[in-house]
């Protein structure tokens, strides 16, 4: 089974038509939420897909206060997937980023002490301009060794690179990532047992494309994988599926 490891299921018009379709295809889905708010109005529509990893996120853009993170800690223990949750320092969300990191680091306190050595908490974390705050944070609340810490879309430098590697993170690539040149060299030195795919799709709610939309972009991404590590596709998306079934346990 192929799996997106980053995916906005919500942001299509119908998010259940969709997961059941995926399921149909052989495609599984951690699927990522922006607010505890999206979280709770998908978890009704979704309960019933098998393929379907619902997350419950705080995106760093929709954070104002540190207090959201609370809606986001509720949700624990009840589910062990989180996402996307995170920093971003980039100008544009400068301004609320003490917010941001406070947030941060409650949900990521939350989750390690919620984790499951048997069944370990999964957190998708965004994180940019911000790597080494964010590895600071998945480090000192123990996140990083209790949970499988995810990093999507990792923009970081090759300092910080290496620091996520030692820490045992996993790095979720998508074509986009990979369009790149620093994309197709991280996925080329991101340890083989610790590569996901993810699409990020779709890019805004409203989205009217399906399944196909999702395999097309993950096609494009084990290509991609392939040719940065100079290796067979075929054997590159069997390495995938089996570190998304780690992943899952």
């Given at each position: 089974m192929l799996f997106d490891a980053h995916v906005h299921l919500g942001w299509f018009d119908e998010p259940a038509a969709v997961a059941r379709e995926a399921g149909k295809r052989g495609l599984g889905l951690l699927a990522v939420t922006v607010t505890p708010d999206e979280y709770r109005a998908l978890r009704a529509p979704l309960s019933g897909e098998k393929n379907v990893a619902l997350a419950a996120g705080l995106h760093p853009w929709w954070v104002r206060d540190a207090s959201e993170a609370d809606e986001?800690?509720?949700?624990?223990?009840?589910?062990?997937?989180?996402?996307?949750?995170?920093?971003?320092?980039?100008?544009?969300?400068?301004?609320?980023?003490?917010?941001?990191?406070?947030?941060?680091?409650?949900?990521?306190?939350?989750?390690?002490?919620?984790?499951?050595?048997?069944?370990?908490?999964?957190?998708s974390v965004h994180a940019v301009r911000a790597a080494t705050d964010a590895l600071d944070v998945l480090e000192r609340t123990g996140a990083a060794e209790r949970c499988r810490c995810v990093l999507h879309w990792f923009s970081g430098s090759s300092e910080e690179l290496a620091r996520a590697r030692a820490l045992g993170c996993w790095f979720s690539f998508g074509e986009r990532a990979l369009a790149t040149r620093r994309g197709r060299e991280y996925a080329r030195q991101v340890p083989a047992g610790r590569l996901l795919l993810e699409t990020d799709l779709p890019a805004a709610p409203g989205e009217t494309g399906g399944v196909e939309v999702l395999l097309a972009s993950l096609g494009r991404a084990v290509d991609g994988i392939a040719a940065a590590r100079g290796e067979d596709a075929g054997e590159v998306e069997t390495l995938l599926a089996r570190n998304a079934e780690e992943l899952l346990s």
């Open positions: 986001l800690v509720a949700a624990l223990p009840q589910t062990r997937w989180v996402g996307e949750v995170g920093l971003d320092a980039s100008p544009r969300h400068a301004a609320t980023y003490g917010a941001q990191l406070a947030a941060f680091e409650r949900v990521c306190a939350a989750c390690a002490e919620t984790s499951d050595p048997s069944a370990p908490v999964v957190i």
